[in-house]
């Protein structure tokens, strides 16, 4: 059975300005030109809010709060949530929206609670696959879903930036539980 991956990361903003300072360097740039002075700082608090924040949430967490709700709902759907990632393979980022869908058995969450678990798993380096897997995976983990479904449609700078592909969109959809079999349901994903 799939495993989502939970981490312990922590990272050290001051390390990340050092490591970015000697990046530059490396690069042959002068860090003391005005318009680079400041920059291994800003990139480092950059890096630490907005692609490695992801770390420091708690999908348990976040879906550990639920209101008893209408165990009758065949499916609940969040469509278009804005979510960033960024790639392992080369480190740029990816932008796009999450769709997210749930069959509740007896616990519902609110919708807000959707939007910070696509977060928890977007706002780090990760597959764009292994975001829709383990966003799927959290809710019948933590929620007791009957099935899920994550269907993630991005663009990744990784395939505009050396080819200038920018059109290019990549959709990964990921089902789990009843979710996986009932057509139907996965329709509504579409419309």
């Known amino acids: 059975m799939y495993n989502p991956r939970v981490s312990n990361c922590s990272p050290d903003r001051a390390a990340m300005a050092t490591a970015l300072r000697d990046l530059l360097v490396a690069a ?6 005005a ?21 420091s949430a708690d999908p348990a967490q976040i879906l550990g709060d639920p209101v008893e709700g209408e165990a009758e ?11 960033h990632g960024l790639c392992p393979h ?11 869908a749930y069959m509740p058995r007896a616990k519902l969450v ?9 977060h928890c798993y977007t706002r780090r380096p990760t597959l764009q696959e ?17 099935g899920s479904a994550c269907v993630i449609t991005a663009t990744h700078n990784c395939l505009s930036v050396p080819d200038d592909k920018h059109e290019t969109r990549v959709v990964t959809v990921s089902y789990r539980g009843e979710l996986r079999e009932r057509s139907d349901l996965q ?5």
């Open 28 to 33: 042959g740039l002068d860090v003391e030109r």
């Open 73 to 83: 709902t065949d499916l609940v759907v969040v469509r278009e949530i804005p979510c």
């Open 90 to 100: 080369h480190l740029l980022p990816w932008t796009g929206s999450a769709t997210v």
């Open 35 to 55: 318009d680079l002075q400041g920059t291994p700082e800003r990139v480092a608090r950059l890096w630490t809010e907005s692609f490695l924040g992801g770390y």
């Open 130 to 146: 292994r975001a829709a897997n383990d966003i799927s995976e959290s809710l019948i983990t933590h929620l007791g879903a009957r």
């Open 110 to 118: 609110g919708f807000g609670r959707l939007a910070d678990l696509v």
């Open 187 to 191: 329709a509504q994903l579409y419309r």
